[in-house]
């Protein structure tokens, strides 16, 4: 089992840069896949991008490419999330999530596919 712990987020302005860390307690991320994922009032928690076990291989979903990208420290069993360019509707609690990986390149983009997740942490974007 493993235990995710969010942290990073702010309130920031439209066009800032900002970036997600997510740890990992008592024991290595190094089997697992990991996601980021958020959500916002009232909507389902949507994907953001994942990374797999190895870190060779990412997924991004498109409303975020080309401006977030996410990364692992095996060494340091966390797990980044480089936001920028941020825009108001980037706005939402952004979640850190894992799961053991059946291979070395796979990642997972559906909420069902995770098993472990932070409590969140709070992104908030002015215009």
């Known amino acids: 089992q493993v235990q995710l712990v969010e942290s990073g987020g702010e309130l920031v302005q439209a066009g800032d840069s900002l970036r997600l860390s997510c740890a990992a307690s008592?024991?290595?991320?190094?089997?697992?896949?990991m996601g980021w994922f958020r959500q916002t009032p009232g909507k389902e928690r949507e994907f953001v991008t994942a990374i797999s076990r190895s870190g060779d291989s990412t997924v991004t979903a498109d409303y975020v490419k080309g401006r977030f990208t996410i990364s692992r420290d095996a060494t340091k069993r966390t797990v980044y999330l480089q936001m920028n360019s941020l825009k108001p509707e980037d706005t939402a609690v952004y979640y850190c999530?894992?799961?053991?990986?059946?291979?070395?390149?796979?990642?997972?983009?559906?909420?069902?596919?995770?098993?472990?997740w932070g409590r969140g942490t709070q992104v908030t974007v002015s215009s």
């Open positions: 008592r024991r290595t991320l190094s089997p697992y896949a």
């Open positions: 999530a894992a799961r053991v990986s059946t291979g070395d390149d796979y990642t997972y983009t559906r909420r069902s596919e995770y098993g472990y």
